[in-house]
């Protein structure tokens, strides 16, 4: 039976200044170990949506981004016998042809701060080429027209972006443009963006190229035919899955990611020394106490036990209250500017069980790893020799 | 439970101090009858405290045998003696140890933890004990709202709970005033005459001692008296 609850809760309390410390201490540690996590989750549930395992996205060979890559007409030509191909319900190739471009456009939060947002020019196939996207509010473009869509992520993040208002695009940033529409594409990447006529917008950055070409194939089977077509000599451009793609915009993330994790595994040790700290000034304030327990008759386990419970409690409730103020920030809309298009993708902070309990398993492992050399010590505790000295 | 017999045989106890060997019991033979209420007295070093130690089980002997019902102490491992001491002693000591954060009745309830036993179980004997040293009204105090009479009082509690053969007294009054002290003393032989507890307790005061059935005297580790109180101090009921 172990002892009450009361008895570790009031024994925390009443070492207010050492327990609140390190109550703080892995309160930070989990708050950016979740702030982290939710970041790598929303990018991952972004990029993931961007996924489909039969879409092909053709650059120019050496560049890594559409925004950097130019394909010429010509080179577009042998596309169309890329193996594999799928076809529309009218018999036409889903082959879409799209140049990438970016606009400055004022945040939300910030009128006076702009952003590159991405706007993507595409013909009507690309609505085939991308299923994903679904017109929710308003309605598409007309090609020809100066007329653009946007993404709802882009919408949610940027000014003047509502139905009715008229953007700037254009070289000179002098084409204004109506938004005619929302859409939505499963909270991909492609949400972050603006799209409008290819035609239209070619002319108006006076551009006589195509960023990129998109391929949807009519099975994922046929994959690996198209690639080495795509990629073989009688292309000469480069293909990679539109997952692999996004996946390498991501990169840069990525490695944040993994220099933050470097980073909270040293907080956590310095959370650890922390619990260690409190835990043995605990141990050293109730020798007696613990003396009298053993001479009752409590075994040294349960002394152990008692010191961890302790430290695993505080740990704990430290490790709620930091998910609590990350949660402040779940659901919150953030942006990212990609190194390779430098572009803003925009995407929430995504708080998964898997966070929570990653995040409780850290706390608990920091309580457990703080409390063993100091429940250790408590167990030891020689008996006749704490009670002389009471 | 029933009272039990005390046996030391040739006990001898020696602590090591660096490359000095210090002789605390030298050869003691002892018998305490069950439901007896002993007071140990001697100079500071004669090994009062050590002889309580050992009948307490909370330490071995040198040597010699120290017997307490049927349990063998000598022979017992730590492991085995901390699970003898929680079902058959009790422990009283000086400073109370009371155990701050805890109420009255939480800190009695403390050695029932250790035992197979229903919440209302363990409550009913809490009242029991705590109604027996006068602080049933008490319960939910916590130890800085006791008087130290008050506190020793739960600690006498917390000693009577699990219904020990032997309660081992080390300076109960060492740190209350006359009149709590006298309080705490009838309180002891009211348990010895009332409830037939084996009480085995170490004092410097020689009027604690006249509460006592039999004085035991020890110097420099030797037994130097062995009296037995004809008229003890009579209990008053609490």
């Given amino acids: 039976m172990p002892l009450p609850l009361s008895y570790t809760w009031r024994n925390l309390l009443a070492r207010r200044l050492s327990s609140g410390l390190t109550f703080l201490v892995v309160a930070v540690v989990v708050f950016v170990l979740s702030v982290l996590l939710s970041f790598a989750a929303g990018m991952q549930a972004s990029l993931k949506a961007a996924n489909s395992p039969v879409n092909i996205v053709v650059l120019k060979a050496g560049a890594s981004a559409e925004s950097t890559s130019i394909i010429w007409d010509d080179e577009v030509t042998p596309l169309a016998q890329t193996p594999g191909v799928a076809t529309n319900e009218s018999g036409g190739q889903l082959l879409s042809r799209e140049l990438s471009v970016q606009a400055p456009v004022p945040r939300r939060t910030d009128l006076s701060r702009k952003a590159n947002v991405p706007v993507r020019g595409v013909d009507d196939i690309a609505f085939g080429v991308h299923p994903e996207v679904r017109i929710t509010e308003g309605r598409s473009f007309v090609q020809g027209q100066m007329e653009a869509i946007v993404g709802r992520a882009a919408r949610g993040r940027f000014a003047n972006l509502e139905i009715g208002d008229q953007i700037a695009l254009g070289r000179q940033v002098n084409r204004l443009f109506r938004i005619v529409g929302v859409f939505e594409a499963n909270g991909s990447a492609l949400e972050s963006e603006i799209w409008a006529p290819r035609t239209v917008l070619t002319d108006s950055y006076r551009r006589t190229f195509a960023s990129s070409v998109h391929l949807r194939l009519s099975a994922p089977s046929a994959m690996p035919a198209a690639l080495d077509y795509v990629n073989g000599p009688s292309v000469q451009l480069r293909g990679k899955r539109e997952g692999e793609y996004y996946e390498d915009l991501n990169k840069k993330t990525r490695e944040i990611v993994y220099l933050a994790s470097i980073l909270i595994g040293i907080m956590s040790v310095g959370a650890a020394f922390a619990v260690a700290n409190t835990m043995y000034a605990a141990v050293d304030a109730r020798r007696r106490e613990i003396a009298m327990l053993r001479t009752i008759g409590f075994a040294r386990r349960s002394v152990i036990s008692i010191f961890m419970i302790e430290s695993v409690l505080l740990t704990a409730i430290a490790c709620a209250a930091g998910l609590t103020c990350a949660a402040y920030l779940g659901g919150m809309k953030q942006d990212y500017l990609s190194d390779k298009t430098w572009t803003v993708f925009a995407f929430e902070l995504k708080m998964t069980p898997q966070i929570l309990a990653i995040c409780f398993a850290v706390a608990t492992t920091v309580g457990v790893i703080g409390a063993v050399a100091p429940a250790g010590r408590a167990a030891r505790t020689r008996i006749l020799d704490a009670l002389r000295k009471a | ?238």
Avoid at chain 2, 15 to 29: A, S
Avoid at chain 2, 76 to 82: A, H, N
Avoid at chain 2, 127 to 147: C, F, W, Y
């Fill in chain 2, 1 to 238: 439970m029933s009272a039990v017999d005390i046996d030391l045989r040739l006990v001898r106890k020696v602590y090591h101090k660096g490359r000095m060997n210090i002789t605390v019991l030298d050869g003691l033979d002892l018998s305490i009858e069950g439901g007896d209420f002993a007071v140990i007295m001697g100079p500071s070093g004669s090994g009062k405290s050590t002889l309580l130690h050992l009948v307490g089980g909370l330490d071995s002997p040198t040597s010699g045998s120290v017997r307490v019902g049927d349990a063998h102490l000598e022979r017992m491992s730590e492991r085995e003696l901390t699970a003898w001491r929680s079902r058959h002693v009790g422990f009283i000591f000086q400073m109370y140890h009371l155990v701050p954060v805890l109420t009255a009745a939480q800190n009695v309830e403390l050695p029932l933890l250790l035992f197979r036993m229903s919440s209302a179980e363990r409550r009913k004997r809490v009242e029991t004990a705590l109604e027996i040293v006068g602080l049933k009204d008490r319960m939910d105090h916590r130890p800085n709202q006791l008087s130290g009479g008050q506190e020793q009082r739960v600690a006498i509690a917390r000693a009577i709970v699990t219904d020990p053969d032997v309660i081992v007294a080390d300076e109960p009054t060492g740190d209350l005033d006359a009149k709590t002290s006298t309080e705490i003393l009838q309180l002891l032989s009211l348990l010895n005459s009332e409830f037939r507890k084996s009480i085995i307790m170490v004092t410097h005061d020689p009027r604690a001692a006249g509460f006592g059935k039999r004085l035991l005297h020890l110097d420099k580790g030797v037994l130097e008296r062995d009296e037995r109180h004809t008229h003890p101090v009579q209990p008053v009921a609490v």
